[in-house]
Nanobody, 125 residues
Framework: EVQLVESGGGLVQPGGSLRLSCTAS????????MSWVRQAPGKGLEWVSG????????IYADDIKGRFTISRDNAKNTIYLQMDSLKPEDTAVYYC??????????????????WGQGTQVTVSS
């Protein structure tokens, strides 16, 4: 059974920090690129950050660049999101996503897309 379990969310004051974790099971973790995606109250999904399979390549949304850092530990099947200088507009449910595209020997394209249940981050004084 594929599972992605996020943790580390909570209530923090503006300017504070949190570290989110997402631990995976049920699939070959280092075959997958990983991302963090968030959903603020009343809004749609917003992609936050992504990391390549071996952790060398990272990418960030413009509004969190310089404040958030994504990383992964393939030995622990876990990714992290270090969030610093948090702002009220960072309030959202944060989801972990695993994604992989495979081209089969007969040229069929198959994608594998897994999601966690989310962890709430609330930034408020």
């Amino acid at each position: 059974e594929v599972q992605l379990v996020e943790s580390g969310g909570g209530l923090v004051q503006p300017g504070g920090s949190l570290r989110l974790s997402c631990t995976a099971s049920g699939f070959t973790f280092d075959d997958y690129a990983m991302s963090w995606v968030r959903q603020a109250p009343g809004k749609g999904l917003e992609w936050v950050s992504g990391i390549g399979r071996n952790g060398d390549n990272t990418i960030y949304a413009d509004d969190i660049k310089g404040r958030f850092t994504i990383s992964r530990d393939n030995a622990k099947n876990t990714i992290y999101l270090q969030m610093d200088s948090l702002k009220p507009e960072d309030t959202a449910v944060y989801y972990c996503n695993a994604y992989r595209v495979v081209v089969t020997p007969n040229d069929e394209v198959r994608d594998y897309d897994y999601w966690g249940q989310g962890t709430q981050v609330t930034v408020s004084s």
